[in-house]
RNA sequence: GUGGCUGUAGUUCAGUCUGGUUAGAACGCCUCGCUGUGGCCGAGGAGGUCGUGGGUUCAAAUCCCAUCAGCCACCCCA
C-alpha cells in the first residue's frame, strides 16, 4: 500500500511537469463507438443513393486559397468574416480551411474541365469542414458533412430532382418526420429590386430594430427576415416578400419547381423568410428539417441540411457559365438522431470464434485467420490471451454462433472441436475440413 | 463575441450548502472459484492530477478568485 502511493505520487509529478497537457482542441470530437457505426452506416447509404441518382464520388482538399470562399460564399457573410479557421502559410499563402463544400466542388469542377465531361457533371463527396464558433450539442468546430451537387442544368425539375434525393436520402437513413421548407430568393435583377423594397420599409422602423438588425440593415439587409428577436417580430408581417418582386423568368421557374412538387407528391412547406445567405445562390433556397419530438409540448425543430441553385459561382470563381444545384447534410447531427433510437445500430458480431489453447494451438490459429480472406464467415480470436474463460466471454461479447476450438489435443489428431453456442453441443472435425464446415453451418 | 448552468474512476453519478481519519457506489474492465469450456452466481483486483492554476486555512473535492472545457440561450447554421 505505501509503496503504492509512492509510486502514484511519482507519476502525478511526473505529469505535472508537462507544461502542457495534451488535450483535444475546443470544439473538436472524436469519432468513436457507436457515433463512428452511424457514419459508416450513412455513408454506406449514401453511397447507395448516390449511385441510384447517378453521382460519382470525388474528393477535394480541406486546406483551399482563402480567396475561394471569399469570392464564392461572399466576403460579407458570418462565415468567411468570423468563422473562417484563415492563416497564412510558411511560404506567405493566405489559406482556409474548409468552412463548407460547395466552394471547392465548384473550383474542382473548373479546374479539372468538367464542362468538357459528359452532361449533367452529378458529383457528391463527404468530409470534415470547419467554422471557428462556440460550440454546442449536434455543433462543432470540425463537424462532417455530406455534398452532393449537379452541375449544368438550370431546368427547374433539377431543383426538384435534388430536393427529393435529399429528403430521400434523409428517409433512408431512417429518419422520420423529415420536413423540406422551400423559398425563392430570385436572381440579382430581381433581388436587387427586392432589396430596395426592403430598405424603403424599413428605413422608418429602423430606430426600432434589434442592435444587430441596424447592423444588418446596411450590411445584408436580407438578414433582418431571419432575425428572431421579439422586437423585431412585428415588423415582418408586414415586410415586403421576395416572391411579390421575382422577376418575370424566376417567377416561371418556381412556380414550375412547385408544380414538379406537387405532381411528384414531394411535400413542402413555403417558409418566405427563408434566406440563405451566401452569395452563390440564386433562386430555389432549400432546407431540411425533422421534429425533435424528444422534448415534449411539440419539440423543437431540428435543421439537418440544406441547400439550393448557384448558377453563379462558376462565374464568381471566374470560370465557364454553369448552372448547378446542390445541398448539404450535417453527419453529426444525423448520427445523433439515429442515436437516439437504440435499436437502430447493431452491436460487433462474428460467426464463429477461434479458441485456443496451448502455445503450439495459438500459432495454428493464428495461421488460420489469414486463409479467411475470402471466406464469408466472420470470425473473431484472441491469441493474446491464454484463459479459455476469457476467450469464451469475449466469443460472447461478439455473440458468436459457433466457438472453434484447438488445443493441444486437436493440435496433435489434425481435429478442431466446433462448439454450437446456444446449445452447448460439441463435435470434432478433421481440420482441413473447416472451412468447409463454418461455410456449411453457419446462417 | 455576450449571458446562465455544470466539471469527482472508462461511463452514469453520490459527497460540496455546514472544510476534518485512507474520496465512495453502480455499471464496465481484469483475475480467480472451474489449471480444456461462455452467459448466471460468488470472491478478489486494477483504475482518480476531485477540469487546471492560484488564494484563505493547522487542514480544501468542499470556501474565494482566475482560467479552461462541456451544456443551454443569443448569433448563425450542419
Keep these: 500500500m505505501p509503496r503504492r502511493k509512492k509510486e502514484q505520487g511519482k507519476v502525478s509529478r511526473d505529469r505535472k511537469s508537462l507544461k502542457h497537457p ?40 480541406v486546406l483551399e486559397h482563402q480567396d475561394l470562399f471569399k469570392k464564392s460564399v461572399g466576403g460579407t457573410t458570418d ?17 482556409a480551411l474548409r468552412p463548407e463544400f460547395t466552394a471547392g466542388m465548384v473550383r474542382a469542377y473548373i479546374e479539372n474541365g468538367m464542362s468538357n465531361w459528359p452532361q449533367p457533371v452529378k458529383l457528391w463527396t463527404w468530409g470534415p469542414a470547419f467554422r471557428y464558433e ?67 420599409y424599413y428605413r422608418s422602423k429602423k430606430r426600432k430594430l434589434c442592435l444587430d438588425c441596424k447592423s444588418r440593415f446596411d450590411k ?15 415588423f415582418k408581417t408586414d415586410a415586403p416578400q421576395m416572391l ?38 440564386n433562386r430555389t433556397v432549400f432546407e431540411f428539417f425533422t421534429q425533435n419530438s424528444e422534448n415534449e409540448g411539440g419539440g423543437a425543430k431540428l435543421a439537418l441540411g440544406g441547400g439550393g441553385r448557384f448558377d453563379y459561382s462558376t462565374q464568381l470563381l471566374a470560370g ?45 490459429v493464428l495461421g488460420l485467420i489469414e486463409k479467411f480472406k475470402r471466406c ?13 474463460r476469457a476467450q469464451f466471454k469475449s466469443a460472447d461479447r461478439f455473440h458468436a454462433q459457433f466457438a472453434v476450438i484447438i488445443g493441444e489435443k486437436e493440435i496433435f489428431d489434425n ?6 453456442m446456444v446449445s452447448g453441443i460439441q463435435e470434432t472435425f478433421p481440420i482441413d475440413t473447416l472451412m468447409d464446415v463454418l461455410r456449411d453451418r453457419v446462417k
Design 22 to 61: 495534451v488535450q483535444i482542441l475546443k470544439g473538436m470530437h472524436d469519432v468513436v463507438y457507436p457515433e463512428v457505426a452511424y457514419f459508416e452506416q450513412l455513408r454506406s447509404v449514401c453511397q447507395e443513393v448516390a449511385s441510384r441518382y447517378g453521382y460519382g464520388f470525388l474528393e477535394v482538399p
Design 79 to 95: 462565415i468567411v468574416q468570423k468563422e473562417m479557421y484563415a492563416f497564412k502559410t510558411r511560404g506567405g499563402d493566405e489559406v
Design 134 to 200: 462556440n460550440p454546442q450539442a449536434g455543433r462543432y468546430r470540425q463537424f462532417w458533412q455530406i455534398d452532393f451537387e449537379y452541375f449544368t442544368s438550370a431546368d427547374p425539375i433539377v431543383d426538384v430532382e435534388v430536393m427529393q434525393m435529399g429528403v430521400d436520402l434523409l428517409k433512408s437513413f431512417g429518419i422520420k418526420n423529415v420536413c423540406l421548407e422551400l423559398n425563392s430568393i430570385g436572381c440579382w435583377g430581381c433581388r436587387d429590386t427586392y432589396r430596395k423594397q426592403l430598405k424603403n
Design 220 to 234: 445584408n439587409i436580407l438578414r433582418l427576415l431571419d432575425c428572431k428577436n421579439e422586437q423585431c417580430q412585428p
Design 244 to 281: 411579390d418582386y421575382l422577376c418575370k423568368e424566376c417567377n416561371a421557374h418556381f412556380k414550375k419547381v412547385l408544380g414538379y412538387c406537387e405532381e411528384l407528391g414531394l411535400g413542402y412547406v413555403l417558409n418566405p423568410f427563408l434566406v440563405r445567405g451566401l452569395d452563390y445562390y
Design 320 to 364: 465557364p457559365e454553369t448552372p448547378a444545384c446542390g445541398f448539404a447534410l450535417g453527419v453529426e447531427r444525423i448520427a445523433t438522431l439515429l442515436g437516439k433510437d437504440p435499436k437502430s445500430i447493431s452491436e460487433p458480431t462474428v460467426d464463429a470464434y477461434f479458441v485456443q489453447i496451448g502455445e503450439p494451438a495459438r500459432v495454428r
Design 376 to 388: 464469408r464467415v466472420r470470425i473473431g480470436f484472441d491469441v493474446g490471451r491464454e484463459s479459455l
Design 415 to 420: 481435429t478442431f472441436i466446433l462448439r454450437d
